[in-house]
T-cell receptor, first 112, second 111 residues
């Protein structure tokens, strides 16, 4: 049972483009939604996170949009660069010390 | 550097064998999580420990077991290894709020 559905699974954009990765969740008890970035051979690293009382959060070129009523959230990468090429995972959890449920991941390639 | 350490970095072994993967969480983090990531696969949650107690279980095989010690480091034991167990195994630790900090992983190759 996939509680966090992520799409697309792969994405190719040109440098400067704005890739968008979408996630949808089922469990309304989720109250914390982090995004992780993973480079090949490395562990995932926290990129940005949001709570459901906020509709948007920006950190540098990364923006999370959150739609609580639709149970969806998305990651936008502004002015994407080849160095952003990585796999991105959305996730959701309930409170602190709880299991985090990850999406399947999106492999992003930014071509020069 | 996340502050989470994992040893060894690489492990090559044969089918049927048993291995132990070790994880040291960030200072102060009480929760430790184990994940398996196969080639082109997502992160499969295996198990979570909180302050020495098992907190949640995911898709962990019966051949696999884990524990968290009083000093909060954790070990993942994989036994009767099969070719399909070849994967990257990540440990993560967490303070609160669901934010997890991942270690660099252990790459396990079963021949």
């Amino acid at each position: 049972q996939q509680q966090v559905k992520q799409s697309p699974q792969s994405l190719i954009v040109q440098k400067g483009g704005i890739p968008i990765i979408n996630c949808a969740y089922e469990n309304t008890a989720f109250d914390y939604f982090p995004w992780y970035q993973q480079f090949p051979g490395k562990g995932p690293a926290l990129l940005i996170a949001i709570r459901p009382d906020v509709s948007e959060k920006k950190e540098g070129r990364f923006t999370i949009s959150f739609n609580k009523s639709a149970k969806q959230f998305s990651l936008h990468i502004m002015d994407s660069q080849p160095g952003d090429s990585a796999t991105y995972f959305c996730a959701a959890s309930i409170g602190g010390y709880q299991k985090v449920t990850f999406g399947i991941g999106t492999k992003l390639q930014v071509i020069p | 550097d996340s502050g989470v350490t994992q040893t060894p970095k690489h492990l090559i072994t044969a089918t049927g064998q048993r291995v132990t993967l070790r994880c040291s969480p960030r200072s102060g983090d009480l929760s430790v999580y184990w994940y398996q990531q196969s080639l082109d696969q997502g992160l499969q949650f295996l198990i979570q420990y909180y302050n020495g107690e098992e907190r949640a279980k995911g898709n962990i095989l019966e051949r696999f077991s884990a524990q968290q010690f009083p000093d909060l480091h954790s070990e993942l034991n994989l036994s009767s290894l099969e070719l399909g167990d070849s994967a990257l195994y990540f440990c993560a630790s967490s303070p609160t709020s669901g934010t997890q900090y991942f270690g660099p992983g252990t790459r396990l190759t079963v021949l």
